[in-house]
DNA sequence: GTCACCTCTTAACCTAGGCTAAGATGCGGA
DNA sequence: TCCGCATCTTAGCCTAGGTTAAGAGGTGAC
């Protein structure tokens, strides 16, 4: 109840509101911001290496990847970008992308011009500063997923991600307590934690076997959040984010706040 | 002779000089953020993962290393931070720092008020553009230590990387037409590669005997850059920037400017 | 209804890179 | 000068994760 104002304002509203308060100019802004709406279909790149940007997006609906691709095939990606999300908010200033972008889903976008992000700073310095908390944020991610790939065995990368993601969607609430949806497919999990294939399948099913979570289909079930965190050394500091409750402990919040 | 006055501004003057013509306002206002100096020695750790962060710094002279420690003494090196480059622009934003920095050289710092950052949008909107310039292509260069953790061989991975530092380092004038200094151990580029001491170790030699690169104590010497280039599929283009022409093109082009 | 074509799953085998250990080299400090 | 410590180097062995192959579901197009 107390969410239907934020949400009105989008996956991003939502998001900047764990941070900052919302003035009325701020939402205006942020309104005029989110004015164009651009469908993509699912698995449409939208996004080329080696081409001019033109454009930043926001994420209003749907799950993307940037990625890269090396002349053999190999490809790794980089991050998944969900709802509330900004794509490319620096691109622009650089003659050519240096990775692409694809629709996991069917996606909307809303295109920001460049020229509206520097007024932006200019005009509502507030809003410009918590579109800097994203734009450090995104990076944040991008430095765990160093770690996660670089020094992280396979299991725990597994984990972590999920975990990771948990946290992510909270935040605009697409999660439920300790599931969401998971528009993947090992392929794709495999070219994001550096793995094969078939070791993300093992993997998996190692965590599956020790009671940590379960995929069925488009969805995964996190069945014990704790041991889970545990095992890949998940810490929520680089979101700028507290550690989630347990599950009982948010079972009881959320049938205290009815 | 022609980058007497750019040099006077400091590496970042540089590095910006590249993308955008400063005006006389814009460089007082460059001079202005990196008014204040900080020393810092070799080894020091001055900035700690989980703590508060406070300032932004601008690296005046010397090298540092962002890095992430996992509990049972992992390191990952998220990436180098030299000369020109700025240290966590967006980290004052953030309740706690995400990742610590030392000093691998002694250091010469300039911190910058977080306040100043933001005046410098509004005030002087270009440069504020050109720092933003900064920050993509900061997240384009861990983006790319993604790729080459993810998805490139030892091999790969060590020769990507070299010429990485190479062009950064020509960028502040801090490379020769094909060597530079390297204040570097083989366990710090073990932790920056993903890869154990030993096997760094191993590739080096074989990157040797290749004839393609050679390090002799604080020095790398490129002896090959273009089958270097080649063997680690290296494209600068995420650095927004040009390849290198090659060692004799450039030596015809250096002496054509004297 | 069936034929492609994804995606998932598992088994069997292989290799890039990790781990252990032991010198060699080099250097700053007493 | 000699000691202690960090770094480099190499050899030998081991394992996490890659590769190949083959079958099992599922599903959308016709």
Same mark, same amino acid.
């Given at each position: 109840m107390a969410l239907k104002t934020e949400k009105a304002h989008g996956a991003l509203g939502r998001k900047l509101s764990s941070v900052i308060k919302l003035s009325n100019a701020e939402i205006d802004c942020l309104e005029a911001m989110q004015k164009r709406v651009k469908a993509v279909p699912e698995g449409t790149e939208f996004v080329h290496d080696?081409? =001019?940007?033109g454009y930043s997006y926001i994420v209003k609906q749907g799950w993307a990847i940037r990625f890269k691709t090396l002349s053999d095939g190999r490809r790794q990606i980089l991050n998944f970008v969900l709802p509330g999300d900004f794509i490319g908010?620096?691109? =622009?200033?650089?003659?050519?992308?240096?990775h692409s972008v694809a629709a996991l889903t069917d996606l909307e976008l809303h295109p920001v011009e460049p020229a509206f992000l520097v007024d932006l700073f200019g005009n509502c310095p507030r809003l410009g500063a918590a579109v800097a908390w994203c734009a450090g944020r995104d990076e944040a991610i991008l430095a765990e997923q160093v770690v996660r790939i670089g020094r992280r065995s396979a299991y725990e990368r597994t984990g972590h991600i999920i975990v990771e993601l948990l946290h992510r969607l909270r935040l605009v609430d697409e999660a439920g307590l300790n599931s969401f949806e998971l528009p993947l497919t090992q392929e794709i999990l495999a070219d994001t934690l550096g793995l094969s294939i078939v070791h993300v399948n093992r993997t998996l099913r190692r965590l599956r076997e020790n009671g940590l979570l379960r995929i069925c289909g488009d969805r995964v079930v996190i069945e014990d959040l704790e041991a889970l965190v545990s095992a890949a050394e998940f810490s929520p500091h680089y979101l700028d984010a507290q550690p989630l409750p347990r599950k009982t402990e948010t079972a009881i919040s959320a049938a205290a706040a009815l």
């Open positions: 080696g081409e =001019p940007y908010l620096f691109s =622009p200033l650089f003659e050519v992308a240096d």
